[in-house]
């Protein structure tokens, strides 16, 4: 009366099947784990240039933008000119005039 009728057994390729498509649901979870992972460091914690103790800029002059460079960095100033300075030493290796008087090449 409570006969349990006969499960017949799991063909084979089937038992493989089953745990090729676990093992690649765990390494597809591994996988997107690390490379979450990877992403949360790296664009933490972005790569600063280093900033010079001061910059000396000549008297009435105001700094509008910096940018940086190998072994230089770039003041533009508010009376239109583009000094790049030194970044070992701090001092001043050229003055550019970008205002609408000076001609571009």
Do not use: H, K
Not at 49 to 75: H, I, K, M, Q, S
Not at 93 to 103: A, K
Request: proline residues 10%.
């Amino acid at each position: 009366m409570d006969q349990m009728p006969d499960v017949p057994p799991e063909p084979r390729n089937l038992r493989f099947l089953r745990l090729l498509v676990t093992v690649l649901t765990a390494v597809m979870i591994l996988g997107i784990t690390v490379v979450v992972g990877v992403l949360i460091l790296r664009l933490s914690t972005p790569p600063r240039p280093t900033l010079p103790e001061n910059v000396t800029l000549p008297a009435g002059v105001r700094a509008d933008a910096v940018t940086f460079g190998a072994g230089w960095y770039a003041v533009v100033t508010d009376d239109d000119r583009i000094l790049v300075f030194d970044s070992a030493s701090g001092d001043l290796r050229q003055s550019v005039s970008i205002g609408p008087g000076s001609s571009s090449r």
